[in-house]
């Protein structure tokens, strides 16, 4: 006699020749009592499901009134929103309007809220009401998803969006006057103290001034800057933000220290090669340019002794449009700032949920590499680097880590 599926105890005794099973214990048969009427097993049958796609069906559906276990928020990309879905139903529960105006709830055009908020993010003077967003955040306790904010940023224009989950609704938008693009350098620390922004693209800081393309290593620069985030108000303290200025590479995603590592930041990097566009002068394609060395460099920052000693004044600053910004230089002197060699093009750097472990994927190279925190440490301590970049960062040996 075939074993009897967890199926069959939910489907009733109609189906049982659908799912290929001709007999069953009396205990079963008894529990099934007159089971479900046979429309159901006509409906499988002639759907010709499998017992996979009628148990993957059940999982899934959640009757109307009850609420899903779970919500995933999705980056909108460019519709410049967050799509909120249901899981396990995985039905589209919220579109959450951020930098892009939406008309069928007005978002942008018909309230003066939040056209307000359009302008709190505007870039050299101008709105932008599009966005494109990737990799949202979520607020969190002691390193855990508490549920009470998300962030959102525009890739295209260097904002950021605050989302109060209590009502779904936008809070505040804000822009870094210093950079043109962002990709979410870390998203948020342990305890929500600041929202994390990775330049992209490396540009002149601000943005704003030009310098040729020629002059991309002496003028361009990529930056992470800290901002600051009051729990309270549900808004970023734009004047207590800092920025540490990083080499011209291109900043990507990474992950915040927590636990043991908390105060720490490891941050992905590609294009090292510090590659600039030309294919009309008849340089390489940039893909090529940018893929020429077998390792990048992970950025490693200590930003709570960055806050430290900007809280105590022995920190050199300069101010940059209203933002506070060390300079490499600086950073190294203070022992802020490290550089890690990695498997080239990486995109992702995740942070294990004890803090010791620093796991980054692969994108051109197929391999996924584990860094440990303790090493790390080590490392620093002894000095064991392999020399420094070309900005004079150190540069911590990769089997030492």
């Known amino acids: ?56 069906a059940l999982k899934t559906y959640v009757p ?5 276990e779970f919500l ?79 962030f959102a940023n525009d890739k295209a224009n260097a904002r950021i969006g605050v989302v109060d989950l209590r ?18 350098g870390a998203k948020m620390t342990e305890n929500s103290e600041y929202y994390v922004e990775g330049a992209q693209f490396g540009g002149p800081m601000p943005f704003t001034e030009f310098s040729a393309m020629a002059n991309y290593k002496k003028d361009y620069r990529g930056s992470a800057t800290f901002w600051p985030f009051d729990r309270a108000q549900g808004k ?40 600039t566009p030309g294919a009309l002068e008849g340089k390489p394609a940039m893909e090529v340019q940018a893929s020429q060395r077998e390792m990048d460099y992970m950025h490693v920052i200590h930003w709570k002794k960055a806050e430290e000693l900007l809280a105590a004044g022995t ?37 294990t949920p004890d803090g010791r472990f620093i796991v980054v994927s692969g994108k051109l190279d197929p391999h996924v590499t584990i860094f440990s925190f303790d090493k790390i440490q080590k490392a620093i301590a002894a000095k064991t680097f392999e020399g420094k970049d070309e900005f004079g960062i150190p540069t911590l040996k990769f089997d030492a880590v």
């Open 315 to 351: 920190l050199k600053t300069k101010t940059i449009l209203g933002m506070k910004v060390v300079s490499i230089d600086e950073a190294v002197k203070a022992g802020i700032l490290y550089n890690i060699p990695e498997p080239k093009s990486p995109h992702g750097s995740d942070v």
């Open 167 to 184: 009502d779904f609704k936008v809070r505040q938008i804000v822009k870094n006057p210093l950079i043109a693009t962002n990709h979410c």
């Open 1 to 56: 006699m075939k074993k009897v599926p967890k199926l069959a105890l939910l489907l009733g005794a109609a189906a049982l020749a659908v799912l290929g099973l001709t007999q069953l214990p009396s205990g079963v048969l008894a529990q099934l009592g007159g089971g479900l009427p046979n429309s159901l097993a006509s409906i499988i049958q002639s759907r010709e499901l499998s017992p996979d796609d009628v148990e993957a």
């Open 64 to 68: 109307p009134g009850s609420t899903d």
């Open 236 to 275: 970023f303290i734009q004047n207590k933000t800092f920025t540490i200025e990083l080499p011209p590479y291109y900043q990507d995603l990474g992950g915040m220290g927590k636990k043991v590592s908390h105060g720490w930041v490891f941050i992905n990097t590609f294009n090292a090669e510090m590659a």
């Open 72 to 150: 995933l928020f999705a980056s909108g990309g460019q519709a410049g929103n967050v799509e909120v879905i249901g899981v396990p139903s995985m039905r589209l529960i919220k579109n959450i309007a951020i930098f892009s105006q939406d008309s069928w709830q007005g978002y942008g055009l018909g309230d003066d809220d939040s056209k307000k908020l359009f302008k709190q993010g505007a870039a050299a003077g101008k709105v932008q009401d599009w966005g494109d967003v990737h990799h949202p955040a979520l607020s969190l306790t002691n390193g855990q998803y508490d549920g009470q904010y998300l």
